[in-house]
C-alpha cells in the first residue's frame, strides 16, 4: 500500500472512530452540555475578541473550540475531540507493540465507547476528556520518543500543553507525572535511557507561560485563573480542618471570612456556587485573595488531619465512577431564553428532556463500573504475565496508566471534590490498557506446534 493510500484510510477510520466515540450525543440527539459549557463558549468568543472573560475556569478550552464551532454549531468540536483520543489511542497501540489494523480499531473503539464512560465525556463540550489524552501523551513523550517520528513528537508535546491549559487538574496530573518520569531518570537504571523528564516538562512550562501571560496581561497578577472560587480552601473548610482553623483564629483575625463563618454551608459545591456568590462581591475577591493564608494555617495547624483528608478523598474518588447529567431545570429555563445556536441544537434532545436525569444512567453506570473492575483484575493478571514475557511496554503501559488514575483521584478528590466525573473521564484507559497487554502477547505466544516441540524437548531431556 502507498504511503498516500495509506494515509487516506487511516484518516478515514479516524473520522469513522470518532463518530463511533460520539456515540452518547448522536443517541442523545445532541451534545451533551454541563453548567459550564456556556462559561467556556462565553469566555471563549471573548477572549477572540480582544474582551475581558470571567476567567472563572482556565479560557483556554473555549479559545480552542471557538475556532471549531464558530458560534454555529459544536458538532466539529465532539468529531475533533472523538478524532484526539482515537489518534492517541492507535499512537499509544504501535508504540507498545499492539497495532491493529483498521476494522480490528474500529472494534475497539466501539467497545471503549458502549462499554466505558469514554463517549459520555467524548461527547460533552468540556475538556474533561483531555485527562486521558494527556496520560496517554505523556507516557509516549516520556518513554516513546524513539519510537516516534518528530512530527509525531511535536504534535505530543503541544497536545500535553493544551490539555494542561484546558483544566487545572491536568495540571496537577502532569507535574505528578513528570515527577515519577523525573525520578524513574535518576534511580532506575533499566528505564534510565528511555525516561526523559525534560520533554514531559517541557508542556508543562509551555502551559504556564500561557496562564502566566494571560493573567498578567489582562489582570496585572499572575495567577492561573484570575476569578476561580477557592476550591482548595472549600476542600479543607468542608473535610473539618479549615473550619476549625477558622474558628480558632477568627476571633483575633481579619480574616473576609470569619464575618461569614456561621453561614458557610457543609456543602462543597454549596460553599462555591452559592455561598461565594451570595457575599458582597468586594468581600467575595478577599475571600478568593485570601484562600493561600487559610490553606497554609490550616496545614501548619492540622497537618496529619489535612494528610489524613486527602488520603481519604482520593480513595474514594478512585472508586467513584459514574455518568450524569448535572444541567436542572433552572438552567434549562434560562439556557432556553437566551436562543443561542447551542439551545437551538440541544432542543428536543434527551438530556434537555430529562430523560437522563436521576437514575436514568443507573443501568449504564453499573455496567461501566463491572467492566472497570474486570479490566482492573484483568491488568493485574496481563501485567504478570507480560514481565514474564519480556514484554515491558505493554506492561509499562499498564503500570502508566494504574499510576496515572491515582493521580487523577488525588488531583480531583483530594484539591477540588468527589465526583464522578473526574475519574469516569479517564477510567477507559483499563481496558485500553488491558486489551494492549493482551494483544501483545498473542503475538508473542510461540505457534503451537513450536510450542509442542518444545515440551517435547523438556520431556525427553527430563527422562
Known amino acids: ?65 471557538w475556532f471549531l464551532h464558530w458560534n454555529v454549531t459544536v458538532w466539529p468540536v465532539l468529531i475533533a475531540q472523538g478524532a484526539v483520543v482515537a489518534h492517541i489511542i492507535w499512537l499509544t497501540l504501535r508504540v507498545v507493540g499492539a497495532s491493529l489494523r483498521p476494522l480490528p480499531f474500529i472494534a475497539l473503539t466501539i467497545g471503549l465507547a ?149 453561614e458557610v454551608p457543609y456543602n462543597y459545591e454549596a460553599f462555591l456556587w452559592v455561598f461565594m456568590n451570595k457575599v458582597p462581591p468586594q468581600d467575595g475577591k478577599r475571600i478568593r485573595a485570601e484562600e493561600g493564608e487559610v490553606v497554609r494555617g490550616t496545614v501548619r495547624m492540622f497537618p496529619a488531619a489535612v494528610a489524613w483528608h486527602m488520603i481519604e478523598n482520593t480513595a474514594l474518588q478512585l472508586v467513584t465512577i459514574d455518568s450524569r447529567t448535572d444541567f436542572l431545570p433552572p438552567f434549562w429555563a434560562e439556557f432556553n431564553q437566551e436562543g443561542t445556536p447551542l439551545a437551538r441544537q440541544v432542543q428536543g434532545s434527551l438530556q434537555s428532556r430529562g430523560k437522563l436525569d ?23 493478571a496481563l501485567i504478570r504475565s507480560c514481565l514474564a514475557s519480556r514484554l515491558y511496554w505493554p506492561a509499562g503501559l499498564i503500570a502508566w496508566i494504574m499510576l496515572a488514575l491515582v493521580a487523577n483521584a488525588f488531583a480531583g478528590g483530594a484539591l477540588s471534590g468527589v465526583f464522578g466525573r473526574y475519574q469516569g473521564r479517564v477510567v477507559w484507559l483499563l481496558p485500553m490498557g488491558a486489551i494492549a497487554a493482551a494483544i501483545a502477547l498473542a503475538r508473542n505466544r510461540p505457534p503451537v506446534m513450536a510450542r509442542a516441540s518444545r515440551a517435547k524437548q523438556r520431556a525427553v531431556s527430563g527422562t
Open 1 to 65: 500500500m502507498s504511503r498516500v493510500n495509506y494515509a487516506s484510510v487511516w484518516a478515514l477510520t479516524f473520522l469513522v472512530a470518532a463518530l463511533i466515540l460520539c456515540t452518547v450525543a448522536l443517541v442523545n440527539g445532541g451534545p451533551i452540555i454541563y453548567p459550564d459549557t456556556m462559561l467556556y463558549i462565553s469566555d471563549g468568543e471573548k477572549v477572540v475578541h480582544l474582551k475581558a472573560p470571567f476567567a472563572v475556569r482556565p479560557v483556554f478550552y473555549g479559545v480552542a473550540i
Open 114 to 262: 458502549l462499554l466505558t464512560p469514554l463517549s459520555w465525556h467524548t461527547s460533552h463540550v468540556l475538556p474533561d476528556v483531555f485527562a486521558g489524552v494527556l496520560i496517554l501523551a505523556v507516557f509516549l513523550l516520556a518513554f516513546g520518543r524513539d519510537r516516534l517520528g518528530r512530527g509525531e513528537t511535536v504534535y505530543l508535546f503541544l497536545l500535553s500543553a493544551a490539555a494542561i491549559c484546558f483544566h487545572l487538574t491536568n495540571l496537577v496530573i502532569a507535574l505528578g507525572l513528570c515527577a515519577v518520569v523525573a525520578a524513574l531518570r535518576i534511580g532506575w537504571r533499566p528505564v534510565r535511557r528511555l525516561a526523559r523528564p525534560a520533554l514531559v516538562a517541557g508542556p508543562i512550562v509551555l502551559a504556564l507561560l500561557a496562564f502566566f501571560s494571560f493573567s498578567l496581561t489582562l489582570y496585572g497578577r499572575l495567577t492561573l485563573t484570575p476569578n476561580s472560587p477557592p476550591h482548595l480552601m472549600g476542600r479543607l473548610i468542608m473535610d473539618g480542618p479549615g473550619r476549625d482553623y477558622l474558628r480558632a483564629v477568627c476571633p483575633a483575625s481579619d480574616l473576609a471570612i470569619c464575618k461569614y463563618l456561621e
Open 358 to 380: 436521576g437514575h436514568a444512567l443507573d443501568e449504564v453506570n453499573l455496567l461501566h463500573a463491572a467492566v472497570a473492575l474486570l479490566s482492573f483484575l484483568a491488568c493485574l
